[in-house]
T-cell receptor
Framework: KAGVTQTPRYLIKTRGQQVTLSCSPI?????VSWYQQTPGQGLQFLFE???????NKGNFPGRFSGRQFSNSRSEMNVSTLELGDSALYLC??????????????FGPGTRLTVT | SQQGEEDPQALSIQEGENATMNCSYK?????LQWYRQNSGRGLVHLIL?????REKHSGRLRVTLDTSKKSSSLLITASRAADTASYFC???????????FGPGTRLSVLP
């Protein structure tokens, strides 16, 4: 099976712009989660989608949004970019086994640089 | 909020030695997972241990979980240069669907 893919891999944007990142989960995985990773804050959970519905959301401002399509592919959008949004954005898909006990499979990430 | 907290922050050892990393967390969990991340890349799932398990093995990896102390340890035996990476523990929170990651331990294995 193909792994989780993320596009683009690298992105440079200017403050105030918006950006859309894409994630294609492993075939058959219906849950997609997004994380932001920065040297200062580490890995922080953004949100999780399951069957096109946002099921859980982390503590990020409303500038961060996402959606999931019927084929489980997901996009996240960041509007009005700030310098602090520079980070590695990781997407993870999972196949739930039981309750909250499941493994997440991560994509390679999108490195976003805001100048 | 940071649930898992790894210790030490950085560890440097010689090839062939064992590496031990620790993780502490604050609230009750259903499971704890360990991930590896090679420089600036995605995370790779290593091992999952459930709250009713005390120890788990996978190849050269050994994970222990002590729920009374809210801590876990990851032992890598006979380390190799290829084990050089950052290691993160992650816990589930409030029976929820997201995981909370610790700040990670950066392991360097010197040849």
């Amino acid at each position: 099976k193909a792994g989780v893919t993320q596009t683009p891999r690298y992105l440079i944007k200017t403050r105030g712009q918006q950006v859309t990142l894409s994630c294609s989960p492993i075939s058959g995985h219906r849950s997609v989660s997004w994380y932001q990773q920065t040297p200062g804050q580490g890995l922080q959970f953004l949100f999780e989608y399951f069957s096109e519905t946002q099921r859980n959301k982390g503590n990020f401002p409303g500038r961060f949004s996402g959606r999931q399509f019927s084929n489980s592919r997901s996009e996240m959008n960041v509007s009005t970019l700030e310098l602090g949004d520079s980070a590695l954005y990781l997407c993870a898909s999972s196949l739930k086994t039981s309750g909250s006990t499941y493994e997440q499979y991560f994509g390679p990430g999108t490195r976003l640089t805001v100048t | 909020s940071q649930q898992g907290e790894e210790d030490p922050q950085a560890l440097s050892i010689q090839e062939g030695e064992n590496a031990t990393m620790n993780c502490s967390y604050k609230t009750s969990i259903n499971n704890l997972q360990w991930y590896r991340q090679n420089s600036g890349r995605g995370l790779v799932h290593l091992i999952l241990i459930r709250s009713n398990e005390r120890e788990k093995h996978s190849g050269r990896l050994r994970v222990t979980l002590d729920t009374s102390k809210k801590s876990s340890s990851l032992l890598i035996t006979a380390s190799r240069a290829a084990d050089t990476a950052s290691y993160f523990c992650a816990t589930d929170e409030d029976y929820g669907q997201n995981f909370v990651f610790g700040p990670g331990t950066r392991l360097s294995v010197l040849p």
